[in-house]
Structures are given as structure tokens and as C-alpha cells.
């Protein structure tokens, strides 16, 4: 008898794992509660693997013998709860797909910064000529690769969700850039345990393998103090030096591990400001523990074209420089997005609020911000927050609408921010949708 296994969520990740799992011989059978787009039921008829939408049927799967989780569906949605009262393990897909590959895996997570370290990880690799797969929050899903390429290595951006339903799985590397609060009404308004997700990262790690992560970021140093780290710990920092790790001297970015140093100078670094020298150093100490070739590295760390939606400079229309900060779905991406503002903003800020506290804010938007256009359905919060300290705020709900007002209350040599410090789903179907409007209204201006 085949093994039964039901993959809930027909999206990339869904899919990649019913191929997977088809491939491998098991019966497979894949439950979405909304509407499957067409490009993944293609896939689906493609491998003969059956499905069903719109409706989560339980006993076609609750006869189950594993459960493929996508990450978007809560851990206490009722079918997960049903399934977990009857003992049956529910996973994810990065916890599967890790099963049935012996490439090396560079596991990146983080509150911010991640998808621009995965992506630079990735294109450092690339450009050396490794064989090497680009997965999880980026790329095509981690399973779809393992089941139809063959890397040598894969570099896997992690969310907390995805981090959640791993169990067995091991990152060869783990970088762990940051920990501020976010998503925690996915996790009961309860910090910690959005903390103890984050740190999964390192779990099944031994003496071989190795962690990076930022010794500037409070959070981390204090969980570092409680927890047993097996793994080599490479630290980076902007404020300390280490034997070994990533550091700055002098205006210099060095990476020194296994006592072979690396030095390029903060000015070659294609990613400019305090967070993106954060991302390029755990980047390089990661291609550092590769042994890539210095050049290379460095060739890499100075061409790298940056990440659409994160910081992206897109247009100057009349000498107002728009940038497209849309991934910046909670307070910290904010936070440095506001800090490395060195001109007026306008700041385009709203949408589905997840727990903000606005406050870290306030003195960055007194110095930077000279009007605020609210992009939401409730903007409440935003207008306690800022009412006080900022003399025009303006309400939007729709993309065409923010970009009119932004545009009528910048002048020249202004910037026009979209960093919404929110989630999109009130107005859109995602971040990449609510930045790819944010460049088509502003290519109509």
C-alpha cells in the first residue's frame, strides 16, 4: 500500500510538494479552500495527482498518513486541529522536500533583510559558477527543485510559518539577520513564541555546520545567552570586531573566518545604508565558509541589482524621486526605510495592521516626514500616532488615489515612500501587487 499523503493549499508550495511526493510513489491528494489558479491545475492534471477547491473535504483527508501544510494556513484552522487531535504530523513543504535532497542547504530568516540576503547569497553563488537552487519565499518552491533538478546547494529564504513545520530538516548554514515583533496575531500576541520560531532555524544543527547572525540585534543576543548553540557562530556588526565573523573598521567591510581575511571598502558595496551593510556581510561570510573565491565575492557584493519592492528607486517625476518600498510589511522594515531617507518624504503608510506600535516611528517621521497619505481600510491608529507631529495627513483607499495626493504634496527634490509598515490584503492581493500599482500609477503621472 502507497503511503496516503494530502497537501493543503494548492499555491507554489502546494504544488511543488504533490509533485514531489508523486515522484517519490506516494498517493497523493491536494485540498485548497479557495480557488486553484489554472497554471497549478495544469500542473496537477500534468502528473495525474487529484484535487479538489473550494471546500476542504475531511474524509479525503483526514484518512491521511502526513499532512503538507502550506504556510499560510493558521496552525489553529479546524482542519489542522482535527488532524493533530488524531496524531496525524502535519509539516511543511521545506520539511518534506529536505528529506529526499543531500545538497547543501543556506537558510536565511529574519523580521527584515532576508529575501535581499537570500538574493545576494544567491547571485554571489551563481556568478562563482555553483550549482545552486534559489527557494522557499523566492524561486521556485524548495520541493518542486528537489523533485525535478539536481543542486549541489540551495539557498532558502525561511519565514516563521515555514520554520513552524519543520521537525527533521537542518541547515548546513542558518542565517538569522534580526528579531522584532511581527505577525503576532499569528502567534497570540505573544512575542516569545514568535522568537522560538525564528530560532528553528538552528534546530538539528551539529559541531559541522554554522550560524550567522547580527550580534547588533538585542533580541538575538539576549535569546543567545539562554539557548546551547552546537553550530559555529559567525557574528556580523557595524559597532563590534570579532576573531571571526563580519565586521567594520575604518570604513572597511571585513569578513575574517578560519583566519583568512576579506576586506572591501562600505563605498564599493552595491546595497548602500546600515541595513543593506547587514545583509552583505552575512552574505559574504556565508560564501566565505563556501571558500568562494575573494574576487568573486567581492565582483558580486559590488554588481548586485537589489530586490523589486524593497527599497527600489523607481522613477523621478519632476525631481520627485518615487520609491517603491512595498515589502516593507511591518515596523521595523519602516524604520530603516525611513532612516535612510536623506531628503522631505512623503510617506505612503496602511493596510492590515498586525499588532504596530507606532511609536518607534515618531522621532524618525519628525525629522524626515513632511506629509503622510494613509493607503487602508482603518487608518485610526495611524492618525493617533502621527495627528500630532505631522500637519498633513491625507486618507486614501486606493493605489491611483495615494500616488495623486503623494504627487500634489511633494515638491522637487522630495521623495514619495511607499513603506506601509502594514500587511496588503485589504486592498490587494498581495505586496508584489500593491508595488507593481504603486509603479503603474506612477508611470501615468
Known amino acids: 500500500m502507497k503511503q496516503r499523503i494530502v497537501i493543503l493549499g494548492a499555491g507554489e508550495s502546494g504544488i511543488g510538494a504533490a509533485i514531489l511526493a508523486k515522484l517519490k510513489g506516494f498517493d497523493v491528494f491536494v485540498s485548497d479552500f479557495g480557488k486553484i489558479k ?31 501544510k502550506s504556510p499560510g494556513i493558521p496552525n489553529n484552522a479546524k482542519i489542522i486541529l482535527d488532524a493533530l487531535s ?21 537558510c536565511i530568516t529574519g523580521s527584515n533583510g532576508k529575501t535581499t540576503t537570500t538574493m545576494l547569497t544567491y547571485h554571489i553563488m551563481k556568478e562563482a559558477g555553483l550549482n545552486v537552487g534559489l527557494a522557499g519565499n523566492v524561486g521556485t518552491s524548495f520541493a518542486k527543485q528537489v523533485a525535478l533538478n539536481n543542486f549541489d546547494y540551495y539557498v532558502i529564504e525561511l519565514s516563521s510559518f515555514q520554520l513552524d513545520g519543520m521537525y527533521d530538516f537542518k541547515a548546513e548554514i542558518a542565517i538569522l539577520m534580526n528579531i522584532t515583533p511581527d505577525h503576532l496575531d499569528r502567534y497570540d500576541y505573544d512575542f516569545s513564541k514568535y522568537i522560538d520560531s525564528k530560532f528553528r532555524i538552528i534546530r538539528n544543527q551539529t559541531s559541522k555546520d554554522f550560524f550567522i547572525y547580527c550580534a547588533d540585534d538585542e533580541i538575538t543576543k539576549q535569546e543567545l545567552t539562554k539557548r546551547i548553540i552546537k553550530a559555529c557562530k559567525l557574528p556580523v556588526s557595524l559597532n563590534e570586531k570579532f576573531d571571526e565573523g563580519a565586521f567594520i573598521e575604518n570604513e572597511n567591510l571585513k569578513i575574517n573566518y ?4 576579506f576586506t572591501m571598502t562600505i563605498q564599493e558595496l552595491a546595497l548602500q545604508g546600515k541595513h543593506n551593510t547587514y545583509n552583505s556581510m552575512a552574505a559574504g561570510v556565508a560564501c566565505n565558509i563556501l571558500r568562494i573565491r575573494k574576487d568573486s565575492i567581492r565582483e558580486s557584493l559590488s554588481d548586485f541589482k537589489g530586490v523589486e519592492h524593497r527599497l527600489e528607486y523607481y522613477l523621478k517625476v519632476h525631481g520627485i524621486q518615487f520609491i517603491n518600498d512595498s515589502k516593507a510589511t511591518n515596523i521595523n522594515s519602516t524604520w530603516y526605510a525611513l532612516e535612510s531617507m536623506h531628503t522631505k518624504t512623503v510617506w505612503i ?29 482603518d487608518n ?11 500637519d498633513t495627513i491625507v486618507d486614501t483607499s486606493s493605489m491611483s488615489e495615494a500616488i495623486k495626493a503623494a504627487y500634489f504634496l511633494a515638491e522637487k527634490n522630495d521623495n514619495v515612500l511607499l513603506s ?3 500587511a496588503s490584503f485589504d486592498l490587494f492581493q498581495n505586496y508584489e501587487d500593491r508595488g507593481r500599482q504603486f509603479k503603474h500609477y506612477v508611470r501615468e503621472l
Do not use: M, W
Not at 258 to 261: C, G, I, M, Q
Not at 380 to 390: G, L, M, N, T
Open 38 to 68: 489554472d497554471k497549478y491545475k495544469k500542473e496537477l492534471n500534468k502528473y495525474k495527482i487529484e484535487f479538489e477547491q473550494e471546500k476542504h473535504s475531511t474524509d479525503l483527508i483526514l484518512n491521511a498518513e502526513i499532512i503538507i
Open 380 to 390: 485610526e491608529k495611524i492618525h493617533k500616532a502621527f495627528d500630532s507631529i505631522v
Open 349 to 377: 503608510v496602511g493596510g492590515i495592521d498586525k499588532g504596530n506600535d507606532y511609536s518607534i516611528l515618531e522621532q524618525l517621521v519628525k525629522q524626515k516626514v513632511k506629509a503622510i497619505v494613509c493607503l487602508g481600510k
Open 258 to 261: 578560519n583566519k583568512d581575511l
Open 86 to 106: 488524531l496524531n496525524i504530523p502535519v509539516i511543511s513543504e521545506i520539511e518534506f522536500a529536505g528529506r529526499f535532497t543531500k545538497a547543501t542547504k543556506i
Open 420 to 422: 506601509p509598515a502594514c
